[in-house]
């Protein structure tokens, strides 16, 4: 898989994750304290899930589709940081349950992108960051990638 391009969704996978992918170390379930400290207390991580390729291949098909929900999915704009999520410079990568995505939002670096997750905060939907890099992200959690 490393050697060659992995494009999903039209964005080149870094290579981090493509590594991570190649050794095995980006599995799911995902559920330690590493991954508990990057969000708000009392956040849900316990069903964490980070996809495997052909999940993120099947989600990010459906993330094009998302242009046609409703625009609360696709966040608030000025309700945090970023807000809000481009489907078309975005990848999923893992949930944190039904509803509650986490992707890599290409905006800032098409190379090191950042990693967002979809919440629900004051009723409204918003896309808040996690790790201002991918490569951060897989430190943060101790994936050996």
Same mark, same amino acid.
């Given at each position: 898989m490393s050697t060659n391009t992995i494009l999903i969704n039209g964005q080149v996978l870094p290579a981090v994750l493509v590594r991570a992918? =190649? @050794?095995g170390w980006w599995? &799911? #379930?995902l559920c330690n304290d590493a991954l508990a400290s990057m969000f708000p207390p009392h956040t849900d991580t316990s069903a964490a899930m980070l996809?495997?390729? @052909?999940i993120m291949q099947r989600e990010n098909h459906n993330l094009v589709k998302s242009l046609s929900r409703p625009p609360d &999915?696709? $966040?608030? #704009? $000025?309700?945090?940081e970023p807000g809000t999520l481009d489907p078309a410079r975005a990848v999923?990568? !893992? =949930?944190? $349950? #039904? =509803?509650?995505p986490i992707a890599l939002d290409y905006?800032?670096? #098409? @190379?090191?992108? !950042?990693v967002v997750? &979809?919440?629900?905060?004051d009723w409204h939907g918003v896309w808040q960051r996690i790790a201002d890099c991918i490569e951060d992200f897989v430190s943060l959690l101790g994936i050996h990638a």
């Open positions: 992918l =190649d @050794e599995a &799911f #379930p996809y495997s390729l @052909e &999915f696709l $966040g608030t #704009p $000025g309700a945090g999923i990568i !893992g =949930d944190l $349950g #039904p =509803d509650c905006r800032n670096s #098409p @190379e090191s992108p !950042g997750y &979809f919440a629900v905060r």
